[in-house]
């Protein structure tokens, strides 16, 4: 399995972004889809993640009414609109797959079994 994290770029404070998977070598649509995000200094950190059917999304407490998730089965793509960008978002960002057949929590990286090479995101105050 590979995935393609694409759509990063420099953008100023205020702006929006939206960030792309895309899942290639087999089907992921019985996986929860995860982003997450590293800036420098720091440990990666948990951003958004969705089920499989997109019934359920969830959210770091630092994006929650600022980022949307969503996917698209058909296209094996899922998707994270970052709107009302702050400096504190820059970091690279990642996307991950998650077995259905895992642990249950979304929010811890070590969970996810597959990962994107990362895109990254910079926001100038």
């Known amino acids: 399995v590979q995935l393609q994290a694409s759509g990063g770029g420099l953008v100023q404070a205020g702006d929006s972004l939206r960030l792309s998977c895309a899942a290639s070598?087999?089907?992921?649509?019985?996986?929860?889809m995860g982003w997450f995000r590293q800036a420098p200094g720091k440990e990666r950190e948990f951003v958004a993640a969705?089920?499989?059917?997109?019934?359920?999304?969830y959210f770091a407490d630092s994006v929650k009414g600022r980022f949307t998730i969503s996917r698209d089965n058909a296209k094996n793509t899922v998707y994270l609109q970052m709107n009302s960008l702050k400096a504190e978002d820059t970091a690279v960002y990642y996307c991950g797959a998650k077995s259905p057949y895992g642990p249950s929590t979304v929010v811890a990286g070590t969970t996810y079994d597959y990962w994107g090479q990362g895109t990254q995101v910079t926001v100038s105050s």
């Open positions: 070598g087999r089907t992921l649509s019985s996986y929860v």
């Open positions: 969705i089920t499989w059917r997109g019934d359920s999304t």
